[in-house]
């Protein structure tokens, strides 16, 4: 069993920060690194699609949604099991809920999500 936990989220002005964190525990994360699996931060608007925001696969490489290409950053921290989402230069529009998620063999989890409210 794998749990994921975000934090992070809030409200903050458009051309703010923000960094969003996401914990990982479980059985599998004490045999192994997170950096043998692919993360991925994903977000959703109300009455939109849950879209790909960010993901970095096993090997460290990165890939970025258009829309955040440039302002954001995603990263990983094996010794705290952690994944994170740098947000710079925040506009109304990265209003969402922010969710991590991590591929593990056989399945991908989810955590429950975090709000980030971009507005004047």
């Known amino acids: 069993q794998v749990q994921l936990v975000e934090s992070g989220g809030g409200w903050v002005q458009p051309g703010g920060s923000l960094r969003l964190s996401c914990a990982a525990s479980?059985?599998?994360?004490?045999?192994?690194?997170m950096d043998w699996y692919r993360q991925g931060w994903y977000r959703q608007a109300p009455g939109k699609q849950r879209e790909l925001v960010a993901t970095i696969t096993s090997g460290g490489s990165t890939d970025y949604a258009d829309s955040v290409k440039g302002r954001f950053t995603i990263s990983r921290d094996n010794a705290k099991n952690t994944v994170y989402l740098q947000m710079n230069s925040l506009k109304p529009e990265d209003t969402a809920v922010y969710y991590c998620?991590?591929?593990?063999?056989?399945?991908?989890?989810w955590g429950q999500g975090t709000q980030v409210t971009v507005s004047s």
């Open positions: 479980g059985s599998i994360f004490s045999r192994y690194a």
């Open positions: 998620n991590t591929h593990t063999p056989g399945r991908i989890y």
